[in-house]
């Protein structure tokens, strides 16, 4: 639907680009002793750092002290939606506990060793167990009789369990069962992308390594097994070998490759009893666990907890006031609202609804004179380009519409806010203030400024921003949004405890451990040092450090996103959000592929004070090819090819996209398909920077040409002239189609 939603919009569509220098001097610090507003804030800031030691009652009993002391002041009810997400966190970290390792498994957790990852884990099915685990909420996740954290898939019709914990050190699987009889069994370890070992139990004993599907044989042994009897069979992974056991006696030994470990599992097995998994495992798993288990939990509470029930009468009465109504695009036309104009709006919206775009467009191109004036017709052209991602067409659509009513606000306004990917958000700030002035009643225009300013890395002032339009009493829903979304920004993920460690440019806070931030800043700023120096040096404007959240697992990201950015992004390792200036990552299951996200979104994160609206195949393109660059022997290694990528693009069904509309995409079409997309931008950079000077002058002409702030059609056609196009094209498809690893 055509809504009109500046900071959804300005999310999702805004370009990882540098704040300008350019200010907007709104924010003055008040004296607390003389304005009862910024002795409130200070009451706030002081149950903030409750919260922060762990005084969930008392910082509660704070924030409710301080509403009743300025009773029926407008600055409390400013700062509603920050009051109700405290209340709400202190609410559930006062009556609920931190589920621990024990509370998130199935099976009993024997012995496990956070730091190191070392974990003893059983899962069985005799009476004792099960009346160990009674009251302990478990769901079986697989078809084994009794509860268990393996993953059941069927091959074969023979259903394969998998356990989601990944090994990076020596650990066995012991599985006690029932009488084998004409069944094969096997056990399949260090399991990893492309590779992993079998052992499987027949009428002899076959150790088995496959690589690419390729089945190699390592050792074959005859065995005494009794298959008409119950048995226990064992499998040790050591660093150089595997070793199988048949009730504790050594049957089998062949050498494994160095380095390998992974993820284990079994098939074809009946009548388990107990499966005991002992090891050197990453601990993200369980971390997942521990945090899945508190978003239960959270979910749980929200069902029954309401935050208006906390605040005094007066407030709630206010609360319950504001308008949460947002506005459609379509809601408002050029012109006085009379009968033709609602007759219009009417059969628009019928078109919308069933995003009958083009079909739209065909209709307001034939309506008569009489039927709908042009600035009327004009926006509805307008609209439904953009609906059809003609973004271009849209624009042209919304000047002929300011040009012919210059009074429409909301052509002026989502004219410019189009623009903002594509041009220096200095220009962007300046023409949102320009905006503001011209229409100061609407509350659009004080949302739209506010949210430049929080590209610009001004929250202070974006925040002085939304102070002003409540004390000229000009209010809406998006408004209020804004207001939660900024509170909810500066405190960040509502965790029961945290970690943090600042480094010279990055403070990294996680609800794992300090070491982990700690790792994670080390990275970052190999990074930073290196790109600063190589790329382009981050401008003087940027000041303080550079926000990072780490979260034990996906629900506590999925959920932080939700509730920050709108929506939970799905498929996703981490992200960098150019408004809020974070950087958000999850815990993966190998922390080496967590540390690759983290130098990923990274980029994004030093690139964002580096290069202003750049387009979105040169910012993907520039972290994916820089994610890769290592470090050997003291000297930076780039331009290291990306196998999966590389596959993709040498593909024979694989079509690349025509390079002018590659090289124009916008954030939309970028994503849309993003397998291909990002390979494509892996390779485009790739061929700027490693098959030539022409092609690296071309690479700087662009990059300088976006820091000079040109506009990005005007950086891409100076880097990429029209008449250009065509023998680089030719040029970058024999370069992909010669790349080898």
């Known amino acids: 639907m055509l809504a009109l939603l500046p900071i959804g919009v300005l999310v999702a569509v805004a370009a990882v680009s540098g704040p300008p220098s350019t200010s907007v001097p709104f924010a003055q610090k008040a004296d607390a002793k003389k304005d009862p507003g910024a002795e409130f804030q200070a009451q706030l800031d002081l149950a903030q750092r409750m919260m922060t030691s762990g005084k969930w009652a008392a910082a509660k009993d704070s924030i409710l002290a301080a509403i009743a002391k300025h009773e029926g002041a407008d600055y409390v009810v400013h700062a509603l939606p920050g009051i109700q997400d405290d209340l709400q966190r202190c609410t559930y970290w006062s009556t609920h506990t931190r589920p621990t390792a024990k509370d998130a498994v199935a099976g009993e957790l024997l012995s496990y060793n956070a730091s190191s990852g070392e974990i003893k884990l059983r899962y069985r099915r005799d009476k004792d167990a099960k009346n160990a685990n009674k009251g302990r909420a478990k769901i079986a996740r697989s078809k084994l009789e009794f509860e268990n954290d393996f993953v059941v898939e069927e091959e074969d019709k023979t259903l394969v369990y998998v356990h989601p914990l990944v090994f990076k050190g020596p650990h066995s699987i012991e599985l006690k069962c029932g009488p084998i009889g004409q069944r094969e069994p096997r056990f399949f370890v260090c399991f990893e992308e492309s590779s992993f070992y079998l052992a499987i139990f027949g009428v002899l004993v076959d150790l088995i390594r496959v690589e690419d599907d390729n089945p190699v044989r390592l050792a074959s042994m005859t065995h ?263 509170s909810r920004a500066v405190k960040g993920p509502e965790w029961g405890r945290a970690f943090e460690y600042s480094s010279t440019h990055y403070e990294v806070r996680s609800d794992l451990s300090r070491e982990l931030c700690f790792d994670a800043a080390q990275a970052l700023e190999t990074m930073y040092k290196k790109l600063d120096v190589q790329l382009r040096r981050v401008g003087s404007q940027h000041k303080g450090r550079f926000r990072v959240y780490l979260f034990s697992g996906r629900s506590g990201y999925s959920t932080y996103c939700k509730n920050l950015l709108g929506e939970a992004p799905e498929n996703t390792a981490g992200l960098y959000s150019p408004v809020l200036k974070q950087l958000l990552i999850w815990n993966l299951p190998e922390r080496a592929e967590m540390m690759r996200t983290v130098r990923h979104e990274g980029f994004h994160q030093y690139f964002d004070q580096v290069a202003d609206h750049a387009p979105n195949w040169l910012n993907e393109g520039l972290a994916e090819y820089f994610e890769l ?83 990005t059609p005007e950086a891409l056609e100076r880097a990429f002239p029209a008449g250009d196009l065509a023998g680089i094209e030719k040029q970058f498809r024999e370069y992909v189609a010669t790349l080898s690893e």
Request: charged letters at 25%.
């Open 224 to 486: 005494t097994m009794n298959v008409a009897e119950p048995v226990r069979l064992k499998v040790q992974v050591n660093p150089s070998t595997i070793v199988v056991s048949l009730n504790g006696s050594q049957m089998a030994t062949c050498p494994k490759k160095k380095g390998a470990w992974g993820q284990l599992g079994f098939m074809d097995f009946t009548g388990v009893e107990e499966i005991v998994l002992t090891g050197d495992a990453e601990p993200s798993w369980i971390e997942g666990q521990i945090d899945a288990a508190i978003q239960k939990q959270w979910a749980e509470f929200h069902k029954t907890y309401d935050p208006l029930k906390e605040l005094p009468e007066w407030l709630r009465a206010r609360a319950a006031s504001k308008d949460q109504a947002q506005e459609n695009l379509l809601a408002r036309l050029p012109g006085p609202a009379d009968e033709q104009s609602r007759a219009l709006v009417e059969r628009a919206s019928q078109f919308d609804a069933k995003g009958e775009y083009e079909p739209g467009a065909a209709w307001a191109r034939g309506l008569a004179a009489g039927e709908c004036s042009e600035p009327r017709r004009e926006w509805l052209l307008a609209l439904f380009s953009l609906g059809l991602g003609r973004s271009s067409e849209a624009l042209e659509h919304m000047r002929k519409v300011a040009e012919l009513d210059a009074s429409f606000f909301p052509a002026q306004s989502l004219e410019k806010q189009i623009r903002i990917p594509i041009q220096s958000r200095a220009k962007s700030l300046v023409e949102q203030g320009a905006l503001l002035e011209r229409f100061p009643a609407e509350p659009e225009a004080h949302a739209a400024l506010a949210t430049v300013l929080l590209m610009c890395g001004q929250p202070e002032e974006a925040k002085a921003v939304l102070e002003r339009a409540a004390k000229a009493s000009v209010s809406s829903g998006e408004l209020d949004d804004l207001r939660g979304t900024i």
């Open 629 to 711: 660059s290592r470090r050997i022997r003291g000297r930076w290694q780039d331009g290291l090819v990306h196998a999966g990528h590389l596959a993709l693009l040498q593909d024979p069904g694989t079509a690349l996209v025509p390079l002018p509309a590659f090289l124009a995409m916008d954030a939309g079409g970028f994503y849309a398909d993003a397998q291909l997309n990002y390979a494509q931008a892996w390779a485009f950079v790739h061929y700027l920077l490693q098959s030539g000077d022409p092609q690296r002058k071309r690479f700087d002409t662009l990059l300088d040409a976006l820091i000079a702030g040109e506009s």
